[in-house]
């Protein structure tokens, strides 16, 4: 539906001089994959549903003044009646370039909205590699980057008042 009257539906326009921020992937990679299956072929036999346990990291390096390399990590491990079953860990990354990004909303974009953007492939590597290590694929659940970053700076911020 529009507006016809340009008066409160109208999108304000951009300031002179201010354009949109931009995020632009510049690439994206395997930096570290690894899957373990130590007690097959015992393992892969039938039995209980296992205990899958996640473990989800995102990481940061500057390049240059807008170029940075942004990591997902993300581990696991599933066990059985105290067998384990399988292990992984995968570290997927990628170089962003943000553009026109306030100073104050860079460190938010490079932990919110980048490790969104690498989440489904890392996603769907893990899947790969458990289905090819013999077991039903796993499908991990969507992740809350904005909770994953909030805990984040709580523990920086509990942190650096002890370093004092």
Same mark, same amino acid.
């Given at each position: 539906?529009? $507006?016809t009257?340009?008066?409160?539906?109208?999108?304000?326009a951009?300031?002179?001089?201010? =354009?949109?921020?931009?995020? *632009?992937?510049?690439?994206?990679?395997?930096?570290?994959? &690894?899957?373990?299956?130590p007690?097959?072929?015992? &393992?892969?036999q039938? =039995?209980?549903?296992?205990?899958?346990?996640?473990q989800? *990291?995102? *990481? #940061?390096?500057?390049?240059?003044? /807008?170029?940075?390399?942004?990591?997902?990590t993300?581990?696991g491990?599933?066990?059985a009646?105290? $067998?384990?079953?399988? $292990?992984?860990?995968?570290v997927?990354?990628?170089?962003?370039?943000? /553009? *026109?990004?306030?100073?104050?909303?860079?460190?938010?974009?490079?932990?919110?909205?980048?490790?969104?953007?690498?989440?489904?492939?890392?996603r769907?590597?893990? &899947? #790969?590699?458990v289905?090819?290590?013999g077991?039903?694929?796993?499908?991990?659940?969507?992740?809350?980057?904005?909770s994953?970053?909030?805990?984040?700076?709580?523990? $920086?911020?509990?942190?650096?008042?002890?370093a004092?």
């Amino acid at each position: 539906m529009s $507006t016809t009257n340009g008066g409160q539906g109208a999108p304000a326009a951009p300031q002179t001089g201010e =354009q949109a921020a931009q995020i *632009n992937v510049l690439a994206q990679y395997i930096k570290d994959l &690894s899957f373990e299956n130590p007690n097959a072929p015992r &393992s892969l036999q039938p =039995q209980q549903q296992p205990a899958i346990n996640l473990q989800i *990291n995102v *990481n #940061s390096k500057s390049l240059s003044d /807008t170029d940075f390399e942004i990591e997902l990590t993300v581990e696991g491990k599933a066990d059985a009646a105290g $067998t384990v079953l399988f $292990t992984f860990e995968l570290v997927y990354a990628g170089i962003f370039r943000l /553009t *026109n990004v306030p100073k104050d909303a860079v460190q938010a974009v490079m932990m919110i909205e980048c490790p969104r953007l690498l989440f489904p492939y890392a996603r769907e590597i893990v &899947s #790969s590699a458990v289905r090819d290590g013999g077991f039903p694929p796993l499908m991990i659940d969507p992740v809350d980057f904005v909770s994953l970053y909030r805990q984040k700076m709580q523990q $920086t911020q509990a942190a650096a008042p002890a370093a004092n």
